[in-house]
């Protein structure tokens, strides 16, 4: 789909990028021809990921740790990378922290650790490089990462819920107030994919595919690589009069679970023919 030199020398940082989604997305970008600088707080598991990235793609990856919960640690990361590259073209913001429990169960400390990573982390992030931009005179691409309970809320993980939420304000304000510095700004809402992080945070047996099958129009999770490939033509110049967009990635989830009548898709040809023979008696 993506001609190979689509991402060409593009420096992209992705937040988170050493685990799940995130690695998925640096992979996929690699193959396409960034340099890539994958971010995190544990180093160990970045550098593993790093050298595992560039074995695979043959490119350039540099590990810096970093708590995106603190903004000192944000700056000195950002002007690391800088440093390191030259320049930055690309944010993805994709770190985040999150679990199920009922809210009445959580501590303050629990919900800020869960608004301190997606929220915080996310503002933090996204300042620290669009003043750099700004003052440099030059633009770039964010991308957040969201989830669809951004627009509908979710009972069981509200921190998360209402730090997506923010998040997508975040996106679609800044990419009206700074589109006239060149910055362009996007989201994806991904419903269900397939990480340990997610399943293990959110599911009792750490697995999506089987509270998820039956409920999905799609009958599936989602594939990191499709996830991968969105975030490719979302960072890319081909979707450059894309700005203040969340685009939703899910196999039609959330609008099944939205729509009145999608039970009805449990009903066999029997019961159709008998709701028919109901529905045509009204007269
Ligand atoms: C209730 C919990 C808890 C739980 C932690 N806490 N886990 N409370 N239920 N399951 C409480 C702790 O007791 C503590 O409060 C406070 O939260 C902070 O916990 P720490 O472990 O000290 O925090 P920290 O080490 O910063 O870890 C942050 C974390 C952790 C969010 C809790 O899970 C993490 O690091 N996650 C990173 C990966 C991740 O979450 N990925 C999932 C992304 S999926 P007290 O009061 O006891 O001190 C996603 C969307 C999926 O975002 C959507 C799917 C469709
Ligand atoms: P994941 O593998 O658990 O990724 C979370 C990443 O965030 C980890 O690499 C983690 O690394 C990093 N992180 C956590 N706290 C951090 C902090 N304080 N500072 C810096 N980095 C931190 O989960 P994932 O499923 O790939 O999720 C990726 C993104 O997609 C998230 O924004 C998530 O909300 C979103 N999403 C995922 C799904 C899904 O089904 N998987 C659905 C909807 C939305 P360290 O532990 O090393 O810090």
């Known amino acids: 789909m993506f001609q190979a030199d689509v991402l060409k020398d593009k420096v992209i940082i992705i937040t988170g990028g050493g685990t799940g989604l995130g690695r ?41 740790p970093c708590d995106v919960r603190d903004a000192a640690q944000v700056e000195q990361m950002i002007e690391q990378i800088w440093q390191h590259y030259g320049t930055v073209d690309v944010l993805v913001n994709n770190a985040a922290g999150n679990f199920a429990a009922p809210t009445e169960r959580l501590s303050t400390r629990a919900v800020d650790a869960v608004l301190g990573i997606v929220l915080h982390g996310t503002f933090y992030c996204t300042l620290a490089l669009g003043k750099k931009w700004i003052a440099e005179k030059r633009g770039g691409t964010m991308l957040n990462l969201l989830a669809t309970y951004a627009w509908t809320g979710s009972a069981y993980v509200v921190p998360s819920a209402a ?121």
């Open 163 to 283: 730090a997506k939420a923010g998040v997508m304000a975040l996106t679609q304000s800044l990419a009206v107030e700074w589109a006239k510095y060149g910055i362009r700004m996007n989201g994806i809402a991904p419903g269900p994919f397939p990480t340990a992080g997610a399943q293990q945070g959110l599911t009792l047996g750490g697995d999506f595919s089987q509270f998820v099958v039956d409920r999905n129009p799609l009958k599936r999770v989602g594939q990191l690589r499709e996830l991968a490939n969105l975030a490719t033509y979302l960072i890319s110049d081909y979707s450059a009069y894309i700005n203040g967009e969340v685009v939703v990635i899910d196999g039609g989830e959330w609008l099944a679970g939205a729509g009145e009548f999608s039970m009805l898709d449990k009903l066999s040809d029997e019961d159709w023919d008998k709701l028919e023979a109901q529905a045509r008696s009204r007269k």
């Open 24 to 64: 998925a997305m640096g992979e996929r970008f690699l193959e396409l021809g960034a340099k890539l600088a994958i971010t995190s707080r544990n180093l160990a598991r970045l550098e593993q990921s790093a050298a595992e990235m560039r074995e695979a793609t043959g490119g350039e990856v540099f590990a810096v």
